[in-house]
């Protein structure tokens, strides 16, 4: 079968032919609807060296962490599984027996370090192929739901659920305001999601228009980046702040940004990696202020996320690439020119 697989650090991925993989006990095989490109695969094709980065992702693997798929076989001891339906595939995959795996948080797997992989597409082979073999507990049913929109789900839609939950306190009740900083492919979900989930004003920034105009089409207010951001912000609060902000790009300027503005008693969460730092001050931040971060989420809240989809509350915006065209995908990531999100569909819309 066709594969995108990661070989060497440094190095742009290339498309090849890769044995079909059979399941193990345990495991399903899926005929993968849709892939997600994601810049974390990026960072592991591109960033990640021998001395930098996890172990569990050296190459080679194939890639592909946001994955679904029409169950197409059944390994030794799997039950309640038709082949034929379609899943949304949770990736991360811990030891499946310590207290966070137990819960349904591998991403916080206490065996972590021992492990061979991190998740399926991320040290282990993914979905970016016409084939993925994984565990059926990290199955999530996606009923009749279009499976190929709904790949990125996993973890554009899942990382931003999961940091919006965590800070559903600070924004229950009346006039209440979020801040979404970075309107890629997370943002634009979180967009959605906190409309959906809240009753918060939700105010949204970029240096990008036309992700704001997507933003504003979701009921977002608006704020371009620049001169006058941080100011034009607390003015939509009244000068109070934002009660809950989420920082979708992580660099030094957005985080700085994010408690710029936040409220006394606010909570921000940093949920991009680009390494960025804060130089905290007593005095400079406003009192009790949460600053924290997250990673990926629960399969417990997949399954929420998928629920929000199957509502038509939650849309991703994809652009659909065939499996030949896949690299082209990755290209036009790193070059910033995608509006929503890439996703590979191997066998076309339809799964034929």
């Known amino acids: 079968m066709k594969a995108v697989v990661f070989d060497q650090y440094k190095t742009t991925p290339t498309l090849k032919d890769v044995e079909k993989p059979t399941p193990g006990p345990g495991e399903v095989l899926l005929k993968v609807a849709g892939a997600g490109a994601c810049h974390s695969d990026v960072a592991v094709y591109r960033d ?20 679904s798929g029409w169950a197409e076989a ?5 039950e309640g ?25 591998d991403t916080y797997c206490e065996n972590a370090a021992t492990m061979p992989h991190l998740a399926a597409g991320l040290g282990r082979d993914g979905g970016m192929a016409e084939y993925v073999s994984v565990p059926a507990r990290n199955l999530v049913p996606l009923g009749d739901a279009d ?11 899942l990382t931003p659920y999961h940091a919006i939950k965590k800070s559903l306190p600070v924004l229950a009740g009346g006039g209440k305001f979020a801040l979404v900083i970075g309107l890629g492919g997370l943002g634009q979900i979180a967009v959605q999601i906190l409309t959906a ?14 992700a704001m105009e997507r933003a504003a089409a979701n009921g977002a207010v608006t704020v371009p980046g620049g001169d006058g951001q941080s100011e034009a912000i607390r003015e939509l609060t009244g000068g109070k702040g934002v009660d809950a902000v989420f920082d979708f790009v992580g660099a030094t300027p957005t985080i700085a940004l994010a408690m710029g503005v936040v409220a006394l008693r606010g909570r921000v969460t940093v949920v991009g990696i680009a390494n960025g730092t804060f130089e905290w001050n007593f005095y400079a931040v406003p009192y009790e202020v949460e600053l924290t971060s997250t990673y990926w989420g629960t399969i417990e809240e997949l399954h929420e996320v998928v629920d929000l989809y199957r509502a038509g509350q939650v849309t991703p915006d994809v652009t659909v690439y065939s499996l030949d065209d896949a690299l082209e995908a990755y290209r036009a990531l790193e070059a910033g020119e995608l509006s929503g999100r890439a996703v590979v569909a191997p066998h076309g819309a339809t799964g034929v």
């Open 197 to 210: 989930l809240t009753g918060a004003t939700v105010i949204a920034t970029d240096t990008k228009q036309d």
């Open 74 to 78: 059944l390994g030794e001891g799997v």
């Open 81 to 105: 599984i038709t082949v034929g339906d379609a899943f949304l595939v949770y990736g991360p995959m811990g030891c499946g027996h310590c207290r966070a795996c137990s819960r349904g948080q």
């Open 48 to 67: 990640f060296d021998e001395s930098f980065g996890p172990a569990q992702l050296k190459p080679s693997f194939v890639l592909g962490h946001e994955n």
């Open 147 to 157: 499976p190929v929109a709904a790949a990125p789900l996993s973890d554009a839609g």
